[in-house]
């Protein structure tokens, strides 16, 4: 095999002399590629003192207050039981608050505090520059052609 066709890791196939199908090819770089981008962005969050799951607490709910614990769980599709362990860890950083639903007694709807909206309002242009830079390297043609596969992909809430 000549030094050009070598896999850059022993072992590993070279994808276009990869017997496996095209899905599997796809799948694989694009886990790869998530897997990479998301230890970066950890990194980057890391520098303000956030996790990448407290962020996303954060952010979903600076665009929506008052959302329940079971909703917040929907939304970042994740368990309830994974939700009321991140709402207490930013509960007890000071960045969120729990109130209890005026309607229903059993529920608590979550809010930001002003540390929270401080906070996220430092981190997130960090954020937003990181995903433009990471996917710099797209034209718009292209991101756009990415984004309607990637929705093609999508099975939706429900799973379907």
Request: hydrophobic share 40%; glycine share 8%; with cysteine.
């Amino acid at each position: 095999m000549s030094d050009a066709k070598k896999p850059m890791h022993p072992g590993l196939p070279v994808l276009n002399e990869d017997p496996r199908p095209w899905e599997v090819k796809v799948w694989v770089t694009l886990a790869r590629v998530y897997a990479l981008l998301e230890r970066r962005l950890g990194q980057c969050l890391a520098a303000h003192g956030l996790s990448l799951s407290q962020f996303d607490v954060l952010a979903t709910l600076w665009h929506g207050e008052g959302i329940t614990q079971q909703e917040l769980a929907e939304r970042l599709l994740v368990t309830k039981g994974n939700v009321v362990g991140l709402i207490d860890r930013v509960g007890a950083a000071g960045w969120v608050v729990r109130r209890p639903d005026p309607e229903d007694r059993r529920a608590n709807r979550l809010y930001l505090t002003d540390a929270g909206r401080k906070l996220l309002s430092e981190a997130f242009p960090d954020q937003v520059s990181f995903v433009c830079n990471a996917f710099g390297r797209l034209n718009e043609a292209e991101l756009r052609q990415m984004h309607r596969l990637l929705e093609r992909l999508d099975p939706g809430p429900n799973g379907d």
